[in-house]
Nanobody, 121 residues
Framework: QVQLVESGGGLVQAGGSLRLSCAAS????????MGWYRQAPGKSRELVAVAISRRRTNYADFVKERFTISRDNAKNTVYLQMNSLKPEETAVYYC???????????????WGQGTQVTVSS
């Protein structure tokens, strides 16, 4: 079994910052990509940022220069530093990771339970 546990969400004023964390635990052989998605009320879930490795990262255009994703492979943890937050970025933020639980076969995608981020105007 694998678990992804997110933390760091909360209420922040527009222009403020938050740092999200997501720690993976369980029967892990290796972790490929780790990323963050978000889902606002009435909208589809969308990619925010992904760390394919510690040095290879991709961002959605709407967060470039404001958000930073990083990984601590020793802790099986991914972070999302969010700066200059906007009210329209209020959403539930979800962690996702492609995890190898066996020494053969493809990795499996896992999701965290989500953490609420609310940005007030």
């Amino acid at each position: 079994q694998v678990q992804l546990v997110e933390s760091g969400g909360g209420l922040v004023q527009a222009g403020g910052s938050l740092r999200l964390s997501c720690a993976a635990s369980g029967s892990i052989v290796s972790i490929n990509a780790m990323g963050w998605y978000r889902q606002a009320p009435g909208k589809s879930r969308e990619l925010v940022a992904v760390a394919i490795s510690r040095r290879r990262t991709n961002y959605a255009d709407f967060v470039k220069e404001r958000f930073t994703i990083s990984r601590d492979n020793a802790k099986n943890t991914v972070y999302l530093q969010m700066n200059s937050l906007k009210p329209e970025e209020t959403a539930v933020y979800y962690c996702n990771a492609d995890i190898q639980t066996r020494h053969y076969g493809p990795p499996t995608g896992y999701w965290g339970q989500g953490t609420q981020v609310t940005v007030s105007s």
